[in-house]
């Protein structure tokens, strides 16, 4: 090896490091490096044409510059010509300038590419690879379009180098990325397989990762790839290790390469061949006797990379689940890694013992390592090994020893760290109720979870256990006596109160017989906790009271007191106030036969999913891009919860409607009888007018359909292939077809409130086959995604013949956005694999809440709104006939109030309405100038974001 | 997958990264302030991987300096793990010794061996001398 002078020659370079080096501050620092982009600058604007080597060594600093966390805005166009250079290291300077600083939306990409075309052409293997390299790292739409056709012949050509066969593996495999379009499956596909073959290991290992990814989506394809594996992987496993000598680290040979041969083979199902199948039964079981044996090395290194191997190949068994013999073995080796000084693998052993729990072959084995898994929860040092305990413990649970495993949970939770209190709290409800016997346990290990850890019970859980009261006559007795033993202590938590009061409202009578819980008492001690509780709080106590004065006549004018107090009548909330009212109303005109319909006991709930268990999914299955944007995460790490709760939340202030909206299916319509709530402002007729989130009154033109025939609706035009072109359809209304071709139609309707959103997506299966492992996601790119939330629900991962069925999503808006989310769906129809993605109609508009207003303030406000940036107009063709009541159904539709007698000439139509987003309000005037004559309209927008303006008006203006 | 790639010191500071996600430079010194958080509040008896957000980190400090991996889920942590130091040892057989001067002076370089070693998130060549072949080939044509 040459010896490497520190700074390779390049003086300046070093120099430079070296004073950022001894910078004693950050201003310090800052300011040598603005003094060296400045001479860099002058250098490339300057009129001496640069040699090669001053290039190199400029655009090497900037480099460098970059890496420090500087913005780089010039010296690309240097880079760009060192490309061309014939010298390598300069040639390899300005690829890496690319490939680090280069966007793959960057103007200079046709520069490039040209570069790029002569180094594949060159075949100079290092020029090629450099070539290569550029595209694998860049991978930009136009450098797909451009080399598409060329890479998979250079990756299968017989006479291509092995390094470059490996790079145009892996450059490949980033086009099949970015562009899966442009690279259709083809001849080529059975020749890459057959690299699985080739005699250099890295080409193996380059080929399986590329063959792994195109399994995923296209398996049939390269199902052959499977013998080829496992012949390579029984090679690899049986050698001595001297035969792959430098593929061989301490001792192990090739230890990634198995890696990866073994995830390949997780694509698929065990082999049906008998011999393939035992060549890889024999494969695995040498692996796991591998484990057994005395170690080659003393090295940590060793081990580690034996147990790399190990895990994937116990990763393998799982998923084959078909072994019962392998499946034990696997278990109980990681029941010795459980034990294990070192922490890494009794971290990966609790992991993967998680998914082993699930098979039937293995969860008695797992079971029986219960105690050393209770050990490491009261024993790791380390919060991430113990919360894969609390996983394990939860995917161990059955019937046996679910009590033993909730209380060990329970008493953790007094000291868990914070970051996974709500989580195992989700648990423990999931558990409790799940392996609830008799349900006086599941209640008071509810009433235990709010007590230990109440600020981390989330909505669910305590709604859940009062559907489960609700519905279990068995166990309303127990809970109204254990809720009101638990009210007794001096300082209780709030969800303990709401508990307590939706419990006693509703079944206080069963323990008002004796006397220590006589109705005096049970109502001076709940609203002894009323003063300290929040608003929504209050209100569902204000509800129960006036269901105590349903079902205890004689506390009838105590409760009327408390009503008729200033601080209830004349609360400032006015949702207090109204109640207030409401109830001391109906107590003194209502018969007690009226009193008692009103009043009546809450019907049973329809059984369904237990919401916990959906949050708990979403916790765990949550596979967006990666949120970067720390600003939310709080010191105690507990970010999940806020943004959690928020989802909720969507409509918390409307206190308990929302409840019973919670508690009562929101997926099929409400009850008409369902008289004996607990909010009785529903059903004392329309007082307000957005009782039910359902029926947000935001779409005039698409009628009151209900949801069952959301399809019927939209009958008239047969929709054909292209979601976009349904997409822009959907800006003035919120139901429609917006996808549909043979197999599948997705409906959609959808609710707007201030910067909530809430979609229900149908999903109807239109041929007379099931659709399996029926699965949705919504992305978003990484812009958008700060600008809007999609939380998706979970749908059901099978769709019968001809049924439907219906996925929610809770959106909110962050801030003002322009692009769209995309809905991808996937799922199998009769053995292949279908793809679809729809972009979801979610626009700014949506976020519009209409504002009256009167002639006089509109000018104003336009006046205020007068800067040239806050004003987007524009000028166009009228595409369809322009009739006044369409035109006007449509700006309703988009979301502003018509504001009449505004402008002089009536013929124009005049708008207003604010955006709500969670950051801000933004205020919009609208102006449509129609011109019959011309067939031409005017749209002027002022709104007080530029952003905003612009987005509204490239909507609305393509409407017309 | 592996997403990306850091070398950091115990100051915090960046002396390396790769990103094989596009992720906004604005952003890229937030993430890389909150991974060195993450990796240098965790003691020696802390396991060496760590969940964060939806990817997991796999680290190893070496001396004052931490390398650290993130990686999607479905990636083996203990394969990373070793990925790590085969990478320092192949950066120890070419710079004799490495040490933090040698990446800074040499970005280039250790820019060329991670290129050689890890393309578009994946692993593509393990072999230090094949690893190591393009630079000497350079070293080469500088000596002649």
């Known amino acids: 090896m040459p010896a490497v002078s520190k700074g390779d020659g390049m003086r300046g370079l070093a120099v430079f490091i070296s004073d950022i080096r001894n910078c004693k501050s950050k201003e310090a620092e800052v300011k040598r490096i603005n003094k060296e982009l400045a001479n860099i600058r002058s250098k490339f604007k300057g009129d001496k044409a640069l040699d090669g080597y ?83 790292n860049v991978g930009s739409r136009e450098m797909a379009e451009a080399f598409a056709s060329e890479i998979p012949r250079i990756l299968v050509a017989g006479d291509t180098m092995d390094s470059v066969k490996q790079s145009a593996a892996l450059c490949l495999l980033r086009l099949n990325r970015t562009s899966p379009d442009l690279i259709p499956m083809g001849e080529w596909t059975a020749r890459v397989v057959h690299l699985l073959n080739d005699q250099h290991l890295g080409v193996v290992t380059a080929a399986t990762s590329l063959i792994a990814t195109l399994a995923q989506k296209s398996p049939d394809e390269f199902k052959t790839s499977v013998s080829l594996a496992v012949a390579r992987l029984s090679r690899i496993v049986t050698s001595a290790s001297i035969d792959l000598q430098d593929y061989t680290y301490y001792f192990v040979a090739a230890p990634w390469l198995s890696v990866k041969l073994l995830r390949l083979l997780q694509c698929y199902p065990p082999p049906e061949d008998a011999a393939l199948r035992s060549r890889l039964t024999e494969c695995l079981e040498t692996i796991l006797n591998k484990a057994q044996e005395p170690p080659k090395s003393k090295k940590v290194q060793h081990s580690n ?10 990763a393998l068994i799982i998923h084959h689940d078909s072994e019962p013999n392998l499946l034990v073995r696997a278990c109980n080796q990681l029941g010795q890694f459980l034990q294990h000084r070192e922490t890494n693998l009794r971290y990966l052993a609790l992991e993967s013992m998680c998914t082993l729990a699930s098979s039937e072959f293995s969860h008695e084995a797992v079971k029986t390592h219960i105690e050393t898994v209770i050990s490491a929860l009261k024993t790791e040092r380390d919060v991430s090994v113990r919360q894969r305990a609390v996983d394990l413990l939860y995917a161990m649970c059955d019937r046996s020893n679910s009590k033993q495993i909730v209380a ?89 109160v709401k508990v307590g009061g939706y419990i006693l409202g509703e079944f206080g009578n069963l323990i008002a017989g004796d006397p220590r819980s006589s109705p005096l008492v049970q109502f001076d001690l709940l609203h002894s906790k009323f003063h300290l509780c929040s608003v929504p709080t209050r209100a569902l106590l204000l509800s129960a009271y006036i269901k105590f004065i349903n079902l205890f006549p004689e ?146 033109s698409s009628g009151a359909s209900l949801l069952v025939d959301v399809f019927s609706d939209m009958a008239n035009p047969a929709p054909t292939e292209g979601s976009e072109d349904h997409f822009p359809r959907f800006v003035c209304k919120n139901n429609g077809v917006i996808y549909e071709n043979q197999l599948l139609q ?77 809905l991808n769906i996937q799922f199998r129809y009769g ?96 102006r449509l100038e129609p011109n019959t004559q011309a067939q031409m309209y005017r749209l002027t927008l002022r709104t007080s974001k530029e952003s905003v303006s612009q987005r509204l008006c490239e909507l609305l203006s393509e409407q017309f | 997958m592996i997403k990306f790639v850091l070398m950091v010191n115990q100051q915090g500071q960046t002396r390396l990264s790769k990103y094989y996600d596009p992720v906004e430079l604005s952003r ?28 997991k980190l796999v680290y190893r400090q070496y001396a004052a300096l931490y390398v650290v991996v993130g990686i999607t889920h479905s990636e083996n942590e203990l394969s990373i793990y070793e990925l790590i130091q085969n990478f320092v040892e192949v950066l120890d057989k070419y710079f004799s010794r490495v040490s933090e001067l040698d990446i800074m002076f040499n970005l280039d370089s250790v820019h060329i061996i991670l290129d050689e070693m890890i393309q578009n998130g994946h692993i593509v060549e393990t072999n230090k001398s094949r690893i190591l072949a393009p630079l000497t080939a350079i070293d080469k044509m500088a000596d002649g």
């Open chain 1, 555 to 700: 506390v009838k004018g105590t409760i009327q007191d408390v009503l008729r107090s200033d601080s209830q009548l004349r609360n400032a909330d006015v949702e207090l106030q109204q109640r207030a009212v409401e109830y001391l109303r109906l107590s003194c005109i209502a018969s007690t036969d009226i009193l008692a319909t009103v009043l009546e006991e809450m019907p049973p709930f329809p059984e369904r999913e237990s919401s916990i268990l959906a949050k708990l999914k979403k916790k765990k299955g949550s596979s967006k891009l990666p949120d970067l944007d720390d600003s939310r995460r709080t010191v105690n790490g507990s970010s999940e919860h806020a943004e959690d709760t928020e989802a909720v939340n969507i409509n918390v202030n409307q206190t308990c409607r929302f409840l019973t909206e919670e508690l009562i299916s929101t997926d099929r319509p409400h009850p008409t009888s369902c008289s004996a709530t607990m909010l009785p402002t529903r059903t004392m007729g329309p007082i307000h007018t957005s009782t039910d989130i359902l029926n947000l009154n935001s779409t005039p």
């Open chain 1, 746 to 822: 997705i409906g959609l309707k959808s609710e707007y409130r201030q910067n909530l959103g809430r979609m229900y997506v149908f999903y109807g299966n239109k041929t007379s086959t099931q659709f399996l492992s029926f699965s949705t996601s919504v992305t978003s790119d990484i812009v958008l995604s700060s600008h809007l939330s999609v939380q998706a629900k979970p749908v059901d991962p099978l769709i019968e013949a001809g049924a439907q069925v219906q996925q929610i999503l809770n959106i909110e808006c962050v801030s003002d956005f322009s692009d769209a989310p995309v």
């Open chain 2, 28 to 55: 890229r010194a937030a993430l890389e302030a909150v991974v060195v958080r993450c990796c240098l509040s965790r003691s020696k008896h802390e396991c060496s991987f760590v969940e964060y957000n939806d990817f």
């Open chain 1, 831 to 926: 053995g292949t694999l279908q793809n679809i993605a729809v972009k979801l109609p979610v626009m700014l508009n949506k976020f519009f809440q209409p504002t009256e207003m009167a002639s006089q303030d509109f000018f104003q406000r336009w006046k205020q709104l007068g800067a040239p940036q806050q004003e987007v107009q524009k000028i166009f063709k009228a595409q369809n006939q322009m009739d006044t009541d369409v035109a006007k159904a449509k700006l309703l539709g988009f979301g502003v109030a018509l504001l009449d007698g505004v402008d002089p000439n009536p013929a124009n139509f005049v708008g207003a309405g604010i955006i709500h987003t969670k950051t801000t309000q933004v205020g919009c005037l609208l």
């Open chain 1, 408 to 496: 060990e949970m329970l008493s953790y939770l007094e000291t868990a760290d914070y970051s996974i209190r709500e989580e195992i709290v989700l648990k423990v409800a999931i558990l409790a109720e799940k392996y609830a016997v008799d349900y006086t346990w599941y209640v008071d290990t509810i009433l235990n979870l709010i007590r230990i850890a109440g600020d981390y019970v989330s909505e669910e859980v305590w709604y859940r256990v009062i559907q489960i009261v609700i519905n279990r006559d068995d166990v309303q007795g127990y809970a109204a006596k254990t809720v009101f033993e638990a009210l007794q202590a001096p300082a209780c938590h709030e969800n303990l």
């Open chain 1, 54 to 136: 001053s290039k190199k060594k400029y655009v090497c600093k900037l480099l460098f510059i970059f890496l420090l966390g500087h913005d780089i805005d010039f010296g690309h166009m240097e880079a760009v010509n060192l490309l061309s250079s014939n010298k390598y290291t300069e040639k390899q300077i300005g690829y890496l300038f690319i490939s680090v600083l280069v966007n793959s939306n960057s103007d200079l990409i046709r520069l490039i590419n040209n570069a790029i075309k002569n180094d594949l052409a060159s075949r100079n293997s290092t020029f090629m690879n450099l070539a290569l390299h550029c595209i694998a």
């Open chain 1, 305 to 314: 990379a034996k147990n790399a191997v190990l895990f994937e190949a116990i």
